[in-house]
């Protein structure tokens, strides 16, 4: 059963996530996710578990997003059952490093579930927003981005 502040709580666990980016907390950012969550990166990298996607944070904030500002907006939350719910976030991106556009929209998807009470990230989407006519942006950030997107396995 879907209760009152279940909405609140879901956006609280955005703005953790907004957080732990901003002090490039990898470790806050993973505990926000299920120990079998799924993570796709927006170059379609796909992380399994809460360790690869601790690491994978770790890695990038060391790197390409290092000292990068996020602001996330939750546009909407939908829930799909009583212990399910989506949440609909714009991320908005800023970052420092040479050779990399200084700003980055994405969208965001999350996939929550209630386990024992709490919720919890199971499945994450990010999706680079491009505007028309930008798809050096595509090149720029593939370039620079240390991990990278695969076909299946």
Known sequence: ???????Q???????QLE???????????S????????FIHVLGGHFYGREAIEQGHRLIFDTVYKGSVNKFQVEKIRFAGPDVA??????????????????LYAR????AQRREGQWEIVTFQNTLVTPEGTSA?????ADKHPIKGHGPD
């Open 108 to 111: 965001p998807t999350l996939i």
């Open 86 to 103: 989506i949440a609909f976030v714009f991320a908005t991106l800023k970052v420092n490093k040479p050779g990399m556009p200084p700003q």
């Open 137 to 141: 942006l595509h090149t720029v950030l």
């Open 1 to 7: 059963m879907v209760v009152a502040n279940d909405e």
């Open 9 to 15: 709580q879901l956006r609280d666990i955005v703005a």
């Open 19 to 29: 957080t732990a980016w901003n002090r490039a907390d990898s470790v806050a950012w």
């Open 31 to 38: 505990k926000l996710f299920a120990d079998d969550a799924d």
